[in-house]
């Protein structure tokens, strides 16, 4: 479990209990004040016990140091670290060539349903309504939009006869609005966990599509779900949509 101390792999480590067959050996973490049920490691080349996957659920900063060791073990990787470049996307891809890679931006198998959703929606009210992302997270996440925010920005271009600009902000815009673009929204604030919302903005109607996680733990075992799916696959690389697809 990399980062096992953080936020996240704390409310994993919790949930693992909960799964048959599935069993935290290790854990990696530069902070190891904490105490867990299974030895962490401060350096991943220290680490010295079997493992078949490992979870990713830490910085953009320790990638390449998380994905070197899954590909130099050839064991599975989940990675579920969310701000990844462009790069390190790519990177995912070249890898998946050696092991199998789960990679999604976001762990909530309701997230992706949405997804889903509002590609359908996409393609019947293209041409007359307009399209608007909201997403709102706690005032400790740092990237911005999330990247939940921009997948289903993708998603939705990918069903459009008219590819659509991506308008971040408006303040700078002194224009009406067009209609080849999707805004995006990005709300920082308190605790909030996890909330994306798109609208399809008519003439006198609104449709609205809308995912709310209350808890980590929607995340948690997503996260968990993707680790027993992928852990016996071939090579290559998976997402959400695979697993829905199996359960």
Request: proline share 2%.
């Given at each position: 479990?990399?980062g096992?101390?953080?936020?996240?792999?704390?409310?994993?480590?919790k949930?693992?209990?909960?799964?048959?067959?599935?069993?935290?050996?290790a854990?990696?973490?530069?902070n190891d004040a904490?105490?867990?049920?299974?030895?962490v490691?401060t350096?991943l080349?220290?680490?010295d016990?079997?493992?078949?996957?490992?979870?990713?659920?830490s910085?953009?900063?320790?990638f390449?140091?998380?994905l070197d060791?899954?590909?130099?073990?050839r064991v599975?990787?989940?990675?579920?670290?969310?701000?990844?470049?462009q790069a390190?996307?790519?990177?995912?891809e070249?890898?998946?060539?050696?092991?199998?890679?789960?990679?999604?931006s976001n762990m909530?198998?309701?997230?992706?349903?949405?997804?889903d959703l509002v590609?359908k929606?996409a393609k019947?009210l293209?041409?007359n309504f307009d399209?608007?992302i909201i997403?709102?997270?706690h005032?400790?996440?740092?990237d911005?939009?999330?990247?939940?925010a921009?997948?289903?920005?993708d998603?939705i271009?990918?069903?459009l006869h008219?590819k659509?600009?991506y308008?971040?902000?408006?303040?700078?815009?002194?224009?009406?609005r067009?209609k080849?673009?999707?805004?995006?929204?990005?709300i920082?604030?308190?605790t909030i966990?996890?909330e994306?919302?798109v609208?399809?903005?008519?003439n006198?109607?609104?449709?609205?599509?809308?995912h709310?996680?209350?808890?980590k733990?929607v995340?948690?075992?997503?996260?968990?779900k993707?680790?027993?799916?992928?852990v016996?696959?071939e090579?290559?690389l998976?997402?959400?949509k695979?697993?829905v697809?199996n359960?």
């Amino acid at each position: 479990m990399s980062g096992c101390n953080g936020k996240m792999g704390q409310v994993i480590t919790k949930l693992s209990s909960q799964f048959d067959g599935l069993k935290i050996v290790a854990g990696y973490d530069k902070n190891d004040a904490v105490k867990n049920p299974y030895p962490v490691f401060t350096d991943l080349k220290d680490c010295d016990v079997d493992i078949d996957v490992v979870i990713d659920f830490s910085h953009p900063s320790a990638f390449n140091s998380v994905l070197d060791f899954a590909v130099s073990r050839r064991v599975a990787l989940v990675m579920a670290t969310t701000g990844l470049s462009q790069a390190n996307v790519k990177s995912l891809e070249d890898a998946s060539g050696a092991i199998p890679i789960f990679f999604s931006s976001n762990m909530s198998l309701g997230v992706n349903l949405v997804v889903d959703l509002v590609k359908k929606a996409a393609k019947v009210l293209e041409d007359n309504f307009d399209i608007e992302i909201i997403e709102l997270h706690h005032n400790q996440k740092i990237d911005a939009p999330s990247g939940t925010a921009l997948t289903i920005a993708d998603a939705i271009n990918s069903v459009l006869h008219q590819k659509r600009d991506y308008v971040f902000d408006r303040h700078s815009r002194r224009k009406k609005r067009s209609k080849g673009e999707i805004g995006i929204h990005s709300i920082r604030g308190g605790t909030i966990v996890g909330e994306h919302s798109v609208i399809f903005a008519g003439n006198d109607e609104i449709i609205e599509i809308k995912h709310t996680a209350t808890s980590k733990e929607v995340f948690g075992i997503g996260a968990l779900k993707a680790a027993a799916f992928v852990v016996s696959k071939e090579p290559g690389l998976y997402s959400m949509k695979d697993l829905v697809e199996n359960i």
